[in-house]
Each structure stands twice: as structure tokens, then as C-alpha cells.
């Protein structure tokens, strides 16, 4: 069966059994910010699953187009990896469940009207406990015990580990369907039916609760189960997928044949360009963000495995018709772009390889170096600066110092890019300068951006290039300057975001030309100032005096300068431990994340503030200097965890108690700091604490901001001072209690009239009164004190009591002593109650109580209850 055919032929057979086929969803779900791409079948019916809105259909069939990255390295190497692929789906949302689910998979996977495969080549697992999926299994399918496999929660259940580890929320147990191809212990899964049908709710023992309406959601892989179908030993040998890997080994050069060496990149290639087609053809270009990464990476990845087999210009655009060649059947759309899709893939293609070729002669300064160390190893440090910096992927990397009979040291490299966190701030319209290729030609005619800003705050500047509509231009007028713009100077005084500071901001001037800088950047070398020219044109080649925001420059030195103060005080209150692992620096405003395994108390921020202001009014010398890395190691200064550092570093030290690695700007002493004030702490990560604090005139008016608010409640409060209003709070305090009293001794003669209009409307059964009542607003006490009342006034009562607290039923059921003595049960009555809303309780026979989560049959609960006493006293 060829693979267009089995698609058709899977939603056909599910359609029949009363499934609604629906298409595709995108490969994008933009509407879904949870994801990146559909990672799965059922993710377009979260709404359906959740009983979110209006459910126009109870059942569902689909051949869904996934993306996923999880396996990337196995991809081209194991049989079945893909990073796209397809999955055949069907799903119940509260219809049919295991019995249908089972037989139709078993129905559609051996009858020789479907797929016709032969049930001895078939076996299946279950969750340990589900003993309903196992005796459907064995007793109905009749599929003998030996090849049907028990596994646990981590092997077969939906999310695995649930019952233990979490999370909260609806889960399932799985039963999954392999195929032995030849009889062999070798298999391949094929089918996994989930069964949604619980509810997680807190640690076990017991909390897995039965939900009111179970669904199903299963998977098919389209491609895994052609590959049994057609009798081949890997999806990329299916009719569809050998088509491709053919036509990429033809354009590469070296041909297809699945146990060349050449077929491992081939199938890589194959795998990537089809998931950047279906990804491009939906809007998402190769970037710098979120997305658009992950295209940009499987492009490179793609094209880098061309580059090795010595493919040297781009070639993965040509791809493109013969992946909409196999695709378009079920997608037609995709032909639909094949012209934009191709440009889009050959402009990157070429940008990257223009990045390579700019990196080798890094790479050369980099073997060198390990050969002159008689090392036969590139540091993890090098390789991710090639990466970081010149956007050398790691293979790569490797793949040349094995060529130079070198290594890699791996496991460094994977370290750093772990610990690397990309926060650029800059927004989409710099990452979409900064990915399309502008910049790329610049780096051509000018190396880096000459930074005077630790000099000086104003610098005679010339033009060396002009981003705008993400193209290099030669000059720009002020008329329909809509969007941001970019200028490169030769040198600047603007400090570029990095290590936590934000980007300087300011004026770029000349006679008649004024360009207003409202963000500060860097690339690589180069500084970008973004902004909008106010007067004027701009044209490459002029020179413009380049003036930063002094004001706002001053009060960004005095936050980073406070934030290594706040490092020396944390280590110093909470121990060597509490590392920086972030910070963000603004005007007297800093933000600084530490790691620490607990909250800090009111006594230690105290301290630490303490600490701060006392380094402040020492007025220690702030210095800086320019120093080889090592010898800034021996002399003990910190840097930031995971932060890439030259040869060469700047030192910032103040007085003999702070050493850190650091390129900001700094004040000169750290009584120009002012004041610092810690604002807050919290979580923002497991281990990882954060501060915000303020400095200078900002710390000076949130301390005379509190100062006016407390003069305002005391002046509300009707007190002198401030320092009088814990008593005056303490005073009020008192009365409310008092007040309350009140109001209990009220609705308690309020309660005793409820109790003889419920006694006299009361259904009497052989002498004993029913009484069920909804006590609207009430609480638990007052549920007990009408309860009381109503007993003491009848002397045969039976009653069953509820009200909603927090959108939760709570139920309160007595009885008198003489119908104990009859076995009239209190407990059991609030127990049938109990169990119609979703929940349950007990107590002693003369009263009980429980609770319940839907209060919505809170009514019905109480008849339930009412009926439960009418039983037993007409029994």
C-alpha cells in the first residue's frame, strides 16, 4: 500500500465507525502559545478534550503534521526518527472508549479489508494496573498472554509518570501495538491508544479520580506503518521518502544507496528540507527567535551535511519541488509557494555559507592554538565562540578537527551553550535586521565598532551603514520614516546591551540633521543604534557627533554598580552560593537573579540592604582595568556563570571587598550610588531567586512615597502619627471581633425562625420529620446551629442540610438519639448525598458532614438525602 493510500485509508476506515474527519491543523499554531509547532494529533482538540466551548462533534479522525526536535541527532540514523512526520489520529470526547478503540485498531490493523497484517506478527503492552484494556485484549481480541507486555507508569501512561510524579490534571492510561517484522524480537511500534479517563489530583495513594466523561486520543505514524506495509527496514525507504533521499543525493552529488556513508547525511537532508518547506510555506522564516530558530537551525544542520560531502553552494532550495512533488496530494496547498519557499531557503543558504567561509580563518587560529599547546583537542570554550559568534554549528566544528586529526571537547561546548541564555531585548524588528542579512554585508567593510563610551559620552562619528526595511540603503530622509532605523558608526560612546545592561540611548547630530537613538545593540562587533531620524538625511560617509543621554547613563552606572554591591552582600549574608545567574540594568533600577534554594527572610533582606548602604557611604574607589583572563582568575573576580569572555577582560574592583569580570559602566566610587532600596524577592526558577531593587533619586522617592502613603492611612485612620497606628489597628481589630459576636447572636435568632418554618412545611413519614433545605450564604457553623435547633424543636427530625462555600458543597446531615436506636444513620445520608456532587464524608450516626465539588446539583443532593431517609423509615 502506497503511503498517499493508507492515509486515505485510515481516515476512511474511522469515518465509518461515525469519527468526523477533520483536516490538518498547521504545523504553526500561533493561536497556541504553549507549543512551537503541533507536536501531536490531539493538540487541535484541547478545547474538545477540556469540554472548553460549544462540542459540535464527539468524535474525531485526522493525519496530522507534526514537528518535533527532541530526537534531532537520531534523525537519518535510526529507522523511524524524524524531526516532521505525520501522525494518523483518531480521538473520543466522551463517546466511545477502550472497547471501541481496541477493535477498531485491531479491526483495521489484521483485516484483510484494511492493512491485512498477520496477528501473529503483532504484540501490545498495557499499563500495569489497567486490568479493563488487559481483559480486552486477552479475552476478546483473544491475544495470548504471552505477547501482551504489563509496563508501568513510565513506560505506559499519558503523561508518563503521572500517578507519581505528576502533573495534576486529566491522564491515562496507554496500550500500545507493535509489529515483529519476519516473527523477530525486533519490533516497531505502530499504534498507541491513550485513555484519558482520570483526573490527577494531588500525591498518591488514591488520587487518580475517574473523570465524568472519558476520552480517547490515539496515534498511528503514517510513515512507521508504511514502512511495515511495504516491507522496508526504515521510513526513508517508502515509496514517498525514497523519492526525496534519491533526489538529494543527486543534487549533492553523490547519489542515494541506504548503507553508503553518504546515506545517514542524505536522510538528514531529506528530513530537514521537508520540515522548513511545510514551516516557510506557513509564514515562519529562518531567525533569531523562538520559531524561527528552530527553521534557521534544521536549514543549517541540513546544509552543513551537504557542505561536508562537499557540496559547496546552496542546493537545498532545488529540494523544494520534490518535497511538494510527494506532498502535495494531501496538502495542495504547499504548491502554492514553491517560488517564495525557495528564495526564502537560498538567501539563508547563502548567508550561511558566507558565515562559514568568514569563520574558517577563526577556526585556523583556533587549531593553532591547541597544536602550539600540544593539545590534540579545540576547547568546548572555542567551538562556542565559533558558534556564538560566527554561527558555526558544532558538527562543523568537529567535522573540520577531524579532517586536522583533532576532537572537540564536547561536553564543554554542551556546558556553555546550556548555561547561555539569549535575552537580547531587542524586539522582532531587530531580530528580523539581525536574521535577514543586512548585516552580513557590513561585516565586510567593517570589522567592529570602536566603543570610547568608558571615555566618554560624546564622539565625532562617521556613517558606515544604514539599515532600513531590513535592507542596507545609502541614505534616509526624515519624510515616511515609519519604522525603526539602523546606523553603524565607526566608533561610538553608546554602550550596546550586554551583560544585563541595557543599550544607551541618545542623539546623533549634525547641521541639520538630528537622529534620535532609542536603543543601542551589537552584532558581532558592531554597534547598532536604532532609532528614527528626526531632521534631515542621513547618507553613508558623513560624520555626526554621537551624544549619549548623560542623565540616563548615570543612572544606569549607579544600578550596576549597586548590583555588585548586592553580590558582595548576598555572599556575605547567604553564603559563596548565592551565584548571580542573571541581572537586568536599567535607570536606578536593577533586577538580579542568584541562586539559592529558599525564599530570604525580612531579617536577611535587612541585612543585605544594610550591607549595600554601608559600602555606599564608604565611598570606596571604584577601578577598572583591562587585564589577561587568567590573571583576573587568580585574583579571585567573579563572573557570570556560563558568560563567553575574550582573552582579555575588564576588571571592575571596588575597595578590597568586590572583584568582578564585568563590561558595563561603572561609577567611580560607590557613594555615587546614593541610596539602594530592595523593593521585593520571589521565585523565578527551581534555585533561583530574584531582586529588585532601586538606587539613587528612584530609591529616595519609593522611600518618600511610603512615607506619604503611611501619613495618608494615619490621617484616614484619624490618628497623629504613624507610629500610633499599630495601636489604632490593634483597636479595630477588637471591634470587628465584637461586631462579629453581634452579628452571630443575630443570625442566631434568625436561625431558631428558619428551624420552625422548616419543622411546620416538613413531609412527615411515620411520625418522623424530613427535613432537606439549600441554606443559602450560610457557613459551616450556622449549618450546625440551624442543624442543633431543628433537633432540639423536633422531637423526631431527620434532616440533610447544604450551602456552597468557595464553589464548594458542603452538607450537614443529623438525626435525634431515639432514631440512632432505630438505625437511621446520619452518616449514610450525607454519603448518598455526597457522592452526587463529586465527592463524600462521614461522621457519627447523629450527624455528619461532607463535602463536594459541583454545586450546581447541590439540590439534587439534598433530595437524594431526603429520599435516603424516606427509604429506611418506610422499610
Not at 553523490?254 to 522548513?276: C, E, K, L, N
Not at 550596546?496 to 558581532?524: C, R, Y
Not at 547613563?553 to 549597586?562: N, P
Not at 561609577?667 to 533561583?688: F, W
Request: hydrophobic share 35%; aromatic share 6%; glycine share 8%.
Amino acid at each position: 500500500m502506497k503511503t498517499d493510500e493508507l492515509r486515505e485509508s485510515y481516515l476512511s476506515f474511522f469515518e465509518e465507525k461515525g469519527c468526523v474527519k477533520r483536516p490538518s491543523d498547521v504545523l504553526v499554531p500561533r493561536h497556541d502559545r504553549t507549543v512551537l509547532f503541533t507536536p501531536a494529533g490531539m493538540n487541535q482538540f484541547k478545547d474538545q478534550f477540556l469540554g472548553v466551548g460549544k462540542l459540535e462533534f464527539t468524535s474525531a479522525t485526522t493525519c496530522q503534521m507534526c514537528l518535533r526536535t527532541g530526537d534531532i541527532q537520531n534523525v537519518g540514523v535510526t529507522a523511524y526518527h524524524h524531526t516532521f512526520f505525520e501522525m494518523l489520529g483518531n480521538f473520543s470526547f466522551g463517546d466511545y472508549f477502550k472497547r471501541e478503540a481496541i477493535h477498531w485498531a485491531w479491526e483495521y490493523l489484521t483485516d484483510k479489508k484494511y492493512l491485512g497484517l498477520d496477528p501473529n506478527l503483532l504484540s501490545v503492552t498495557v499499563y500495569l494496573d489497567d486490568d479493563e484494556a488487559y481483559n480486552i485484549w486477552r479475552n476478546e481480541i483473544k491475544l495470548p498472554a504471552n505477547r501482551i507486555s504489563r509496563e508501568n507508569e513510565h513506560e505506559n501512561f499519558w503523561p508518563a509518570g503521572a500517578p507519581s510524579d505528576g502533573p495534576d490534571g486529566v491522564c491515562g492510561p496507554c496500550s500500545e501495538i507493535f509489529y515483529h517484522p519476519n516473527g523477530g524480537k525486533d519490533n516497531v511500534e505502530i499504534w498507541n491508544l491513550v485513555f484519558t479517563q482520570f483526573n490527577r489530583v494531588g500525591d498518591p495513594p488514591n488520587n487518580l479520580k475517574p473523570l465524568p466523561k472519558k476520552n480517547i486520543d490515539t496515534g498511528m505514524g503514517l510513515e512507521r506503518t508504511a514502512s511495515v506495509l511495504q516491507g522496508v527496514r526504515s521510513n526513508f525507504e517508502i515509496d514517498t521518502l525514497k523519492r526525496l533521499c534519491l533526489a538529494a543525493g543527486d543534487i549533492v552529488g553523490t547519489g542515494y544507496d541506504f548503507d553508503a556513508t553518504s546515506g545517514r547525511p542524505v536522510r538528514r537532508i531529506s528530513d530537514h528540507v521537508r520540515a522548513i518547506t511545510f514551516s516557510i510555506h506557513e509564514g515562519v522564516n529562518p531567525g533569531r527567535d523562538k520559531e524561527s530558530y528552530v527553521v534557521r537551525q534544521l536549514l543549517r544542520r541540513a546544509l552543513l551535511e551537504g557542505y561536508l560531502l562537499g557540496k559547496r553552494e546552496p542546493f537545498l532550495h532545488q529540494l523544494v519541488p520534490a518535497v511538494v512533488e510527494i506532498m502535495k496530494t494531501p496538502y495542495p496547498d504547499i504548491a502554492q509557494t514553491v517560488e517564495n519557499v525557495q528564495s526564502t531557503i537560498k538567501e539563508e543558504e547563502e548567508q550561511f555559507l558566507g558565515v562559514i567561509e568568514k569563520g574558517l580563518s577563526r577556526f585556523e587560529v583556533f587549531l593553532k592554538t591547541a597544536e602550539q599547546a600540544g593539545s590534540s583537542v579545540i576547547s568546548g570554550e572555542d567551538a562556542f565562540d565559533l558558534h556564538q559568534t560566527d554561527g558555526f554549528l558544532i558538527e562543523l566544528t568537529e567535522a573540520l578537527a577531524a579532517k586536522n586529526n583533532m576532537s572537540v571537547n564536547r561536553t564543554e561546548f554542551n556546558n556553555m551553550m546550556q548555561r547561555h541564555q539569549k535575552d537580547s531585548g531587542s524586539g522582532a524588528f531587530l531580530d528580523s535586521v539581525m536574521s535577514e542579512g543586512p548585516l552580513t554585508a557590513l561585516h565586510k567593510t567593517i570589522s567592529e565598532t570602536d566603543f570610547k563610551g568608558y571615555e566618554t559620552t560624546t564622539t565625532e562619528s562617521k556613517v558606515m551603514g544604514i539599515i532600513a526595511e531590513d535592507r542596507l540603503v545609502e541614505s534616509m530622509v526624515e519624510k515616511g520614516h515609519a519604522h525603526p532605523i539602523v546606523v553603524v558608526l565607526d566608533q561610538t560612546p553608546f554602550y550596546a546591551e550586554a551583560g544585563g545592561q541595557v543599550g544607551d540611548t541618545g542623539f546623533l547630530e549634525a547641521d541639520g540633521i538630528k537622529f534620535e537613538v532609542t536603543n543601542t545593540q551589537k552584532n558581532a562587533g558592531l554597534y547598532l543604534h536604532v532609532g528614527h531620524l528626526l531632521t534631515g538625511k542621513l547618507e553613508q560617509g558623513q560624520t555626526l557627533t554621537a551624544t549619549v543621554t548623560e542623565p540616563r547613563r548615570s543612572g544606569i552606572q549607579r544600578a550596576h554598580s549597586a548590583t555588585h554591591l548586592l553580590h558582595h552582600a548576598l555572599h556575605t549574608v547567604l553564603g559563596e552560593n548565592a551565584m548571580q545567574r542573571g541581572s537586568k540594568v536599567e535607570e536606578d533600577t536593577l533586577r538580579f537573579d542568584f541562586s539559592h534554594s529558599k525564599a530570604v527572610t525580612p531579617e536577611e533582606i535587612s541585612r543585605i540592604e544594610d550591607i549595600i548602604n554601608q559600602r555606599v557611604s564608604e565611598g570606596a574607589p571604584v577601578t577598572t582595568e583591562l587585564m589577561k583572563l587568567q590573571k583576573a582568575r587568580e585574583l579571585g573576580a567573579m563572573a557570570l556563570f556560563g558568560e563567553k569572555y575574550p582573552d582579555y577582560v575588564r576588571v571592575v574592583q571596588m575597595g578590597d571587598f568586590s572583584t568582578e569580570l564585568c563590561g558595563g559602566t561603572h561609577l567611580s566610587n560607590t557613594g555615587q550610588v546614593g541610596l539602594c532600596k530592595i523593593i521585593n524577592e520571589e521565585l523565578v526558577a527551581k534555585g533561583v531567586r530574584r531582586i529588585y531593587a532601586l538606587t539613587g533619586p528612584k530609591a529616595l522617592e519609593k522611600t518618600r512615597d511610603t512615607e506619604k502613603l503611611l501619613l495618608e492611612i494615619a490621617a484616614q485612620m484619624k490618628v497623629p502619627r504613624p507610629d500610633d497606628l499599630p495601636v489604632r489597628i490593634q483597636h479595630l481589630q477588637d471591634e470587628l471581633r465584637e461586631t462579629k459576636k453581634q452579628l452571630t447572636k443575630f443570625s442566631s435568632k434568625s436561625l431558631a425562625g428558619t428551624a420552625d418554618d422548616l419543622l411546620e412545611e416538613a413531609p412527615v413519614v411515620n411520625d418522623v420529620k424530613i427535613v432537606a433545605y439549600h441554606a443559602k450564604d450560610a457557613s459551616r457553623d450556622q449549618l450546625r446551629e440551624l442543624a442543633d435547633h431543628l433537633r432540639k424543636k423536633g422531637k423526631q427530625v431527620a434532616l440533610i442540610l447544604g450551602t456552597v462555600l468557595d464553589g464548594k458543597v458542603a452538607l450537614m446531615a443529623a438525626v435525634n438519639s431515639d432514631l440512632v436506636k432505630q438505625g437511621l444513620k446520619a452518616g449514610d445520608c450525607v454519603k448518598a448525598a455526597a457522592k452526587v456532587v463529586g465527592g463524600g464524608g462521614g461522621g457519627r450516626s447523629d450527624m455528619a458532614e461532607a463535602g463536594g465539588k459541583d454545586p450546581d446539583k447541590l439540590d439534587e443532593a439534598l433530595t437524594t438525602g431526603a429520599d435516603y431517609y424516606r427509604s429506611q423509615l418506610e422499610a
